[in-house]
């Protein structure tokens, strides 16, 4: 479809009063203070481009790229304007107009591939750590990571060495009799760098009853793509997963990761397959996805009976693609309330962005950490020695966030805690 | 010098960071909230986003050499292109410099710098128990300079007032280069009547007399208790009728804010858990003071309203109220939700009338509207007669641009002829200075007199005002 008959650049730009309401709810414009950064700069420059004012160069992609797509704009816009999906719809028409080898390379190859995909985090680095530069540069790695590289990569210190998929099997009955029929929507950060999430989820779902299935062949939910400008291959990944659902016959399609419910969201979903005939498979698919803490708190109503001596002191952080872009924000919290032996006390600004935003860190590292810095102060502050969030790209920022800041708490997603409280406790001595 | 030079000579003085000079950067500068900018942005020559008086007087100086316009801007929030360079020059973004510089708590006094945005402050004087009364629409993101120069008020204006009998003092960079301090060099008092009082003078210049590089701000102790009444009316006209009645019992509540039939269903639009009840017309009645003081006049506010209103539901529990004050709040912008392909503009927005023919005032615009086949969305101050329009059209659409243009045009007669005036505390800027000569008379010669005893070379923010 033509850029100018985009569903949000035909419907959207118009409504924008430019009030600046957004200007002080954007972290990156709370960094930069001009307004380029504001979200409602970029709804003006898409237009600009629209309306052939720009020329779609790399420096307009540079704008626009500032934005980490947290929808904190979008969530509050009184216009209601999304301002994220006009963003990535002009990133995508920017990306087309500036095609660049590297990142094809990258988004089109490694990241659809979910081996190839922990590949490239471990070749960016490599390549910087054997001074190797150039030839990331020549490869287009550089270009998509600019900044300090050497410091970018120490968020990605600690990859796990196996993915959750080597670990986990594709059907995992349920314990007891079978309430439902659970799809697990193994995510990328979860498999590769979170993989004790999704053991946690498939135990803790197992055990209430769940039978669940992780598809074979699933792929990456498409996020990085169209934050990155690649919404064809977003839609070739969305398309292929929707498939692959689709023979299981599941009740619910359940993840932990905030950012793969919020890209499988129903209103996602019909921005990313506009023109295709997956419209409505699309819809249906995205009726049946739900956050984990969602599902385990209104469906299953999880109570959790065990006794537990220990106390922990938790603060829960919302991650953007939770809060903003499916305005969830109590049944994570409910969660761990239910956990035997949490305190779960709130931290000032929990719904302010970490800065993370999955290639954001690396890609935009210095404002990322400036972000980073002020969500540390504001969870540190709780005194908690839990840091509880639903996001592993969030999990790996605050985990780095912790070490910056010397903070010596635990990053954790709640169903990590839910299912430490399920293991036996050690026999009283 | 020419343009070139210029940029280099502020990149030099001020450093990269702090000058923007490249094209794109420059664009995001060509607009404010207006509808006027919104049809014809204007791009700057230069941006300069300076954090010290020091800086914003080298600029000045410059400029004034060189026979440069000096621009200065807030945040952008304005509605009148009053920030944006609509006769080109240099932008003076001060919406970066957000210091408080100094709470003064015995003398109930705050010294802020201009970028401070009104909500932050409000949030700090609270850990005082102070506070700066004016409550604009726009609190969480104008700035404090922006409000100084339009003399901004809003909600509370019914008790509370504008911005200007709070500013004691000012630090302004002059156009010529001069720094001056208003309101005494030493003074900490909260009286003073000596000298001529440049303070009032500049509150509401609209950036045209000088750049305000520091403000000394009267505050007030926080009122400990509130109550808003909710009144809920079946007829537009009653409505205001009430408003006149609840101040003949006697009772000044610190703001009465109307929201009519569709500005109700837009709220409801944009936040659906406040759910307001659907009606021609609701009032919001805020009181504050002492907690018997506010339930004493809560009642009375109940039974007067009641005489007229389907419903009055009256409120003193905090999350209720921080609902219905954020309904308005949103109203200026959620307006647009009223029309799927429309939006809201900021354009013959801002009228202000004698408190007494508020209800003529509102049936004379739903009357423009239907001429113009135009929805009008009107909200606003109705306890000062400053009431809010919102036309909501498709501002892609040229033959509904030019439409509109008529009906704003008729909105901005229709409050002169109603001995009211075209703007209550938007301003005036490059939207509204048709209007100078017709309001003002002789008086605007004398406005620019007064302008160019400051500005003798007419560098700063033309364009604007008359
Ligand atoms: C949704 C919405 C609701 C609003 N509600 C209200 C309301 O209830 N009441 C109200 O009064 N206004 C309201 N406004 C209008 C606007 O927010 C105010 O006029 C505000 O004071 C402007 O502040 P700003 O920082 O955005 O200034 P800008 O728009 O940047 O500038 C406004 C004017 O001030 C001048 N200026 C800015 N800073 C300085 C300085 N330091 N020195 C000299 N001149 C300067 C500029 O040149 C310009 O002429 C609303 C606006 C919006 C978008």
């Known amino acids: 479809m033509e850029f100018k008959e985009l569903p949000p650049v035909k419907e959207q730009i118009m409504k924008c009063v430019r009030c600046g309401k957004c200007r002080e709810l954007c972290p990156v414009f709370g960094e930069i203070g001009i307004e380029s950064a504001a979200p409602r700069g970029h709804v003006f420059m898409v237009q600009m481009l629209r309306d052939g004012k720009v020329e779609p160069s790399p420096e307009v992609y540079e704008k626009l790229g500032q934005c980490l797509m947290c929808e904190t704009c979008s969530a509050n816009c009184p216009s209601g304007i999304d301002v994220h999906e006009l963003n990535a719809a002009a990133r995508a028409y920017l990306n087309d107009k500036n095609p660049n080898r590297g990142k094809d390379f990258l988004f089109g190859n490694f990241w659809t591939k979910p081996e190839m995909m922990k590949q490239s985090i471990k070749v960016a680095s490599l390549a910087q750590r054997l001074g190797l ?71 803790v779902l197992s055990r209430n009853g769940c039978e669940v299935f992780i598809p074979e062949g699933l792929k990456c939910c498409g996020l990085p793509h169209i934050a990155n400008g690649k919404m064809d291959v977003a839609r070739q990944l969305t398309i292929h997963n929707l498939k692959l659902f689709e023979k299981l ?42 956050d984990l803490t969602v599902f385990l708190v209104d469906v299953l109503d999880i109570q959790v009976d065990v006794k537990i001596d220990r106390k922990w002191r938790v603060t829960y952080h919302d991650p953007c693609h939770l809060v903003n872009a499916q305005g969830i924000t109590e049944q994570p919290r409910e969660l761990l309330r239910r956990i035997p032996g949490v305190e779960l006390v709130e931290m000032p600004h929990a719904a302010s962005c970490c800065g993370g935003s999955g290639t954001y860190s690396v890609t935009h590292h210095q404002l990322s950490m400036q972000i980073l810095d002020k969500k540390m102060s504001n969870a540190a502050s709780t005194g908690a020695d839990i840091l509880a969030t639903c996001c592993p790209s969030c999990i790996m920022q605050l985990n780095f966030g912790c070490k910056r800041s010397n903070w010596n708490a635990e990053v954790l997603h709640p169903v990590v805690l839910l299912n430490r409280a399920y293991e036996p406790a050690p026999a009283a001595v | 010098m020419n343009n070139a030079d210029i940029k280099k000579e502020l990149v030099k003085m001020l450093g990269r960071d702090k000058v923007l000079i490249d094209d794109l950067d420059l664009m995001y500068y060509s607009y404010d909230s207006s509808f006027l900018t919104k049809l014809q942005p204007v791009t700057p020559t230069a941006v300069v986003l300076p954090a010290s008086t020091a800086e914003v007087q080298k600029v000045v100086r410059l400029a004034y050499e060189n026979d440069v316009n000096i621009i200065p801007r807030g945040a952008g929030t304005g509605e009148t292109g009053g920030c944006v360079a609509v006769e080109g020059g240099i932008v003076i973004d001060l919406s970066r410099w957000r ?96 000298g001529l009082n440049l303070t009032k003078l500049m509150v509401g210049s609209e950036g045209v007399l000088g750049i305000v590089t520091q403000i000394r701000l009267r505050c007030f ?74 339930e004493y006049e809560g009642q009375i506010i109940k039974e007067v309203a009641g005489r007229r209103a389907r419903q009055v539901e009256w409120s003193t529990e905090k999350k209720r109220m921080a609902e219905l004050w954020e309904g308005r709040s949103i109203t200026a912008t959620a307006a647009a939700r009223v029309r799927a392909d429309g939006s809201r503009i900021f354009a013959g927005e801002d009228i202000s009338v004698p408190i007494s023919k508020v209800a003529d005032v509102l049936r004379a615009i739903r009357a423009l509207g239907e001429k113009y086949g135009i929805q009008v969305v009107n909200y606003g101050h109705i306890g000062d007669g400053n009431v809010h329009c919102a036309p909501v059209i498709n501002p892609e659409n040229p033959e509904e641009v030019e439409l509109v243009k008529k009906l704003v045009d008729e909105i901005h007669l229709l409050a002169i002829e109603m001995n009211g005036s075209t703007t209550g505390e938007h301003g005036v800027g490059a939207a509204r200075r048709g209007y100078a ?8 010669d004398y406005m620019k007199k007064v302008k160019a005893a400051f500005d003798p070379k007419g560098i700063m923010n033309p364009g604007k005002l008359f």
């Open chain 1, 133 to 203: 530069q150039k030839l990331a540069r020549n490869i287009g790695l550089t270009r998509l990571l600019p900044g300090d590289l050497k410091d970018a990569e120490k968020i990605l210190d600690n990859i796990p060495p196996h993915s959750a998929r080597s670990q986990l099997s594709a059907y995992t009955p349920a314990q007891g009799e079978s309430r439902y029929r659970v799809g697990y929507f193994l995510g990328c950060g979860t498999d590769f760098l979170n993989p004790e999430i999704a053991q946690a989820a498939v135990n």
């Open chain 1, 249 to 290: 016959n599941v009740d619910y399609i359940v993840t932990d990761c905030g950012s793969c419910s919020a890209t499988l969201s129903k209103k996602n979903l019909k921005f990313v397959l506009e023109g295709t005939s997956y419209q409505e498979d699309g819809a249906a698919f995205a009726a049946r996805v739900m």
């Open chain 2, 99 to 194: 210091e408080i510089v100094e709470i003064d708590v015995n003398n109930m006094q705050v010294v802020v710098r201009p970028g401070v945005i009104h909500a932050d402050l409000n949030d700090e004087l609270a850990k005082f128990n102070l506070f700066f009364p004016p409550d604009p629409g726009s609190s969480k993101m104008c700035t404090i300079g922006g409000m100084v120069a339009n003399n901004a008020s809003g909600l509370r204006a019914v008790k509370y007032w504008t911005t200007e009998p709070y500013v004691l003092g000012l630090e302004v960079v002059t156009p010529t280069g001069d720094v001056i301090i208003t309101g005494g060099q030493q003074a900490r008092c909260i009286k003073n009547v000596s």
């Open chain 2, 221 to 294: 102790p926080r009122p400990k208790a509130r109550g808003i009444a909710m009144a809920v009316f079946d007829h537009l006209d009653d409505a205001p009728a009430t408003v006149l009645e609840v101040y003949q019992a006697g009772v000044l509540p610190s703001g009465i804010e109307i929201l009519d039939g569709s500005a109700i269903k837009a709220v409801n639009d944009f936040k659906p858990h406040i759910n307001l009840p659907e009606a021609e017309a609701i009032l919001l009645f805020e009181v504050d003071g002492n907690p018997p003081g506010v």
């Open chain 2, 437 to 444: 000569v017709l309001e003002h008379g002789p008086a605007v």
